[in-house]
C-alpha cells in the first residue's frame, strides 16, 4: 500500500506551487470563485492574518475537550448527498484474523474550514488516515498505518509558526499491527501526521504492560504544548507533541514524553485479568483531567500537583467518555462486566470526595449481544453547549446493548423512586426520563445539536426534532447498514461512517 504524500525534499515545491495555484483561482472571474481555496500562508504576514481564512471546527472526539459539542446545525432529512467508500483491512482478534470495512467505533470525524471549504479527517479499516473534501466526498490524501484504526484522532494547532506546513498536526492511533504479537518489542500504533501533507512526522512505541492490549483508541486533550491521553496499555501519558522536540528512541522518532501514571492497580489486575484497557477519551474541568478506564475507576488528574488525586472506583469495565455539563459535573457511561449490578450512566460531582460525587444514577437493561451483557459502552451526548434560553432543559442521551434509546434531563432528579447501583446494593437517585424507545442495539454515541437528536445503532440511523415541552417527533430513519462510529453535523449535513465500508454525507436533496 503506497503512501500518497509527497517525500519532504519536495515539500516547498509543493508548497509554492499549491498557493501560486489558489491565487490563480482566486482570479478566475466564474459561479465557481467563491468556491476557490481562499486563505494564504505567507511567512512575511502577521500570526493572525496568516490562518485567518483557516478554522478547526471539530478537533478532537465528541468536539471538544469537554466532550460536548458535535457541529453547528443538523439536517431535517437523512437522504444521500454523497458516499465515499472507505475500503477493507485484515486485523487479529486473539488469534483470529478479522476482516473488517469501514469506521467502527468511535470513528467519528474531525473537521476544518479552508476558505469556503470543508475537509474531513477520519481513520479507517483499510488501515489509512485519510483527508476528505466534505462537500464532494473525494480523497485530499491518505497515510497508512500498520493495522485497522479505530477511535478518533485529535487536530493540533502548534504554537511555533515558523514551519507553516506542519503548523496543524493530526494525532491519531490504531491497533497494534497486523504483523506484530502483544510480545513485539516496537509496536508504533501512535502517530502524529501533518495535515496538509499527510506526510508522518512521528510514531509512539505503545510498551507492553499487564494489559492484553497496545493499541490506541482514545483521543489526546491538548492544553498548550502538552497533550494528554489514556493508551490501551493502561497508561496515562503527558507529552509534548512538537516533532521538533521528538528524539529518536528504539530506532525511532518519538515525542518528548514528560511523564506517564498507570489507570489501574494491581487488585484490578486480579479481578479483570489483561483486561485494563483504557479506550476513552479524556476531558478537563477546573483543575483537573479525567479520564475512566477498563480498570473500573474514573480517575481525576491534577494539572497542579501533576498526580491522579480522585478516583472513584465502580469495578466495572468502561470505555466511555466523561461527559463534561454546564452545572460543573462529568457524566459517564458503565458496561455490565465485572460487577454485580446493572451498568448505565453515572452522573459525578468531582467537586465532592468520590464516596460523596454520586448526583444519579441510571441502570439499563441487560442483553447478551456481541461480546457484550448490558450497560452503554459508548458516551453519552448533551445538549448543554446548545442552550440558549435560560428556561431550557438540559438533557443528556445515551443507547444501550438493550437495544433502547434513552433522553433524560440530566439536572432534574425523579423524585419517586430510588435505584440500585452498579454493586446491586447502594441506592441512588435516578434521572427523570423524558424518553425511551427501542433502536436496537448500539455503541455508537447520539448527539443532540439545537433541537434535534441523531442516533445510531447496529439497525439504523434515526433523526428526531423535540420542542420546548421535550415531545420528541421521529423526523426521519434510514438503513445504511450497521453503524458504530458517531456522527457530527456541519451546515445542516451529518457525517457519518459504517461498518459496510462507507462514509456517508447525509441531508435534505431540497436545498
Aim: hydrophobic content about 35%; glycine content about 8%; proline content about 4%.
Amino acid at each position: 500500500m503506497k503512501k500518497k504524500y509527497l517525500k519532504p525534499c519536495y515539500r516547498a515545491i509543493f508548497f509554492i506551487i499549491t498557493f501560486l495555484s489558489i491565487n490563480l483561482l482566486s482570479c478566475v472571474p466564474n459561479k465557481d470563485a467563491d468556491n476557490a481555496l481562499n486563505f494564504k500562508i505567507d511567512s512575511t504576514l502577521s500570526k493572525k492574518r496568516i490562518y485567518e481564512k483557516f478554522k478547526i471546527i471539530i478537533p478532537t472526539f465528541l468536539g471538544n475537550f469537554q466532550r460536548n459539542y458535535y457541529g453547528d446545525s443538523a439536517p431535517v432529512k437523512l437522504d444521500l448527498i454523497w458516499e465515499h467508500n472507505l475500503g477493507t483491512g485484515k486485523t487479529r482478534v486473539g488469534s483470529v484474523i478479522k476482516t473488517w470495512s469501514g469506521v467502527g467505533w468511535t470513528g467519528q470525524p474531525l473537521l476544518v474550514r479552508e476558505g469556503n471549504q470543508y475537509f474531513l479527517t477520519i481513520g479507517a479499516y483499510d488501515y489509512c488516515l485519510k483527508k476528505i473534501n466534505a462537500q464532494t466526498g473525494e480523497l485530499v490524501w491518505e497515510y497508512p498505518y500498520d493495522d485497522v484504526i479505530k477511535g478518533t484522532g485529535t487536530l493540533w494547532k502548534n504554537p511555533d509558526n515558523e514551519d507553516e506546513l506542519n503548523q496543524f498536526v493530526i494525532l491519531q492511533g490504531s491497533r497494534q499491527g497486523f504483523n506484530n504479537s502483544l510480545a513485539s518489542d516496537i509496536i508504533p500504533s501512535y502517530r502524529a501526521i501533518s495535515y496538509f501533507t499527510g506526510e508522518e512526522l512521528w510514531r509512539f512505541n505503545s510498551v507492553r504492560t499487564d494489559s492484553y492490549s497496545r493499541d490506541v483508541d482514545g483521543s489526546a486533550l491538548l492544553l498548550n504544548d502538552t497533550a494528554y491521553i489514556g493508551l490501551e496499555n493502561g497508561i496515562f501519558m503527558a507529552f509534548n507533541p512538537d516533532y521538533k522536540k521528538a528524539t529518536i528512541k528504539d530506532d525511532i522518532l518519538q515525542p518528548l514524553v514528560y511523564f506517564t501514571d498507570s489507570l489501574y492497580k494491581k487488585s484490578d489486575k486480579l479481578k479483570h485479568g489483561g483486561n485494563l484497557v483504557t479506550e476513552s477519551s479524556c476531558s478537563i474541568l477546573g483543575n483537573r483531567i479525567y479520564i475512566s478506564s477498563g480498570s473500573g475507576h474514573i480517575f481525576g488528574f491534577n494539572l497542579k500537583t501533576k498526580k491522579i488525586d480522585w478516583d472513584f472506583y465502580t469495578g466495572s469495565d468502561i470505555d466511555g467518555s466523561p461527559v463534561v455539563t454546564s452545572d460543573n459535573c462529568i457524566i459517564v457511561t458503565l458496561e455490565k462486566q465485572y460487577i454485580a449490578g446493572n451498568g448505565g450512566v453515572i452522573k459525578l460531582d468531582p467537586s465532592k470526595e468520590p464516596k460523596d460525587a454520586v448526583v444519579w444514577y441510571f441502570p439499563t437493561g441487560n442483553n447478551e449481544f456481541a461480546t457484550w451483557s448490558g450497560g452503554v459502552i459508548g458516551s453519552v451526548g448533551i445538549n448543554d453547549s446548545y442552550i440558549t434560553d435560560k428556561n431550557d432543559k438540559c438533557i443528556a442521551t445515551f443507547t444501550g446493548i438493550d437495544k433502547n434509546l434513552y433522553v433524560v434531563n440530566h439536572k432534574e432528579i425523579d423524585t419517586t423512586k430510588l435505584v440500585l447501583g452498579f454493586d446491586n446494593v447502594t441506592k441512588y437517585p435516578t434521572p427523570k426520563l423524558i424518553l425511551k424507545v427501542e433502536a436496537g442495539p448500539s455503541i455508537s454515541t447520539p448527539i443532540i445539536v439545537q433541537n434535534r437528536l441523531i442516533a445510531a445503532t447496529y439497525d439504523a440511523l434515526y433523526l428526531y426534532q423535540f420542542d420546548k415541552d421535550l415531545n420528541f417527533t421521529l423526523l426521519d430513519k434510514k438503513i445504511y447498514g450497521a453503524i458504530e462510529a458517531t456522527p457530527i453535523v456541519n451546515k445542516g449535513k451529518v457525517y457519518i461512517a459504517c461498518r459496510n465500508g462507507n462514509l456517508y454525507c447525509l441531508g435534505s436533496n431540497d436545498n
